[in-house]
């Protein structure tokens, strides 16, 4: 969704309440992040959160906004005793990329939202303009992620590096250097 989109959905989201109504005529915000690796720290494939109070946590604020989570690590962990019965694990089966394609399609045989969602998805991967675009958003997270990984070990080498200047200023042996710092001799003795 771009900024564009987003502004448009909170401008229509915010007409759902007119000046001077009661805030219980908000819709429930439901909130859905599907994760791929071991968050919340649990075993369940699904959690669900709501704002409670710190000290008793019995007191819920508001049951008008739920925040869950489906922890794909989890559920592959149990994806052998999963159910098809079950709309959620429906869902899971078509979201995992390592799920066999004969189970894919039962599940978008048996429920008509994940048929619907999966000839979206058909339709989109179609379209070579959004698998550029896709395909150009990975690149730029990756080459994010790695300038920020080469800036940061680049950031520990000279912060051991001005260690070992500076043990080397206030007179340690070598060795001591060498133990602290993990730096072979040769460089310590250019530093």
Not at 20 to 29: A, F, M, N, R, T
Not at 170 to 182: H, V
Request: charged share 30%.
């Amino acid at each position: 969704m771009d900024r564009r989109s987003l502004f448009y959905w909170s401008k229509e989201y915010s007409k759902s309440l007119k000046k001077g109504q009661d805030y219980k005529e908000l819709p429930d915000v439901i909130a859905v992040n599907i994760v791929d690796f071991n968050f919340p720290p649990v075993r369940n494939s699904h959690t669900r959160f709501h704002l409670r109070e710190d000290l008793d946590h019995d007191l819920v604020l508001t049951e008008a906004l739920e925040i869950h989570f489906l922890n794909m690590v989890q559920y592959r962990k149990q994806r052998k005793k999963i159910l098809l019965d079950d709309p959620l694990n429906r869902w899971l089966v078509w979201l995992d990329p390592g799920s066999p394609p004969e189970l894919i399609e039962e599940v978008v045989k048996m429920d008509s939202a994940i048929y619907s969602a999966n000839e979206r998805m058909v339709y989109v991967t179609g379209d070579e303009e959004a698998i550029r675009a896709y395909e150009m958003r990975q690149m730029a997270l990756s080459d994010y992620n790695s300038s920020i990984n080469y800036a940061r070990e680049e950031g520990r080498a000279e912060g051991i590096l001005e260690i070992a200047r500076k043990m080397k200023a206030a007179g340690r042996p070598l060795s001591e250097i060498m133990e602290f710092t993990g730096l072979p001799a040769e460089t310590i003795e250019e530093v």
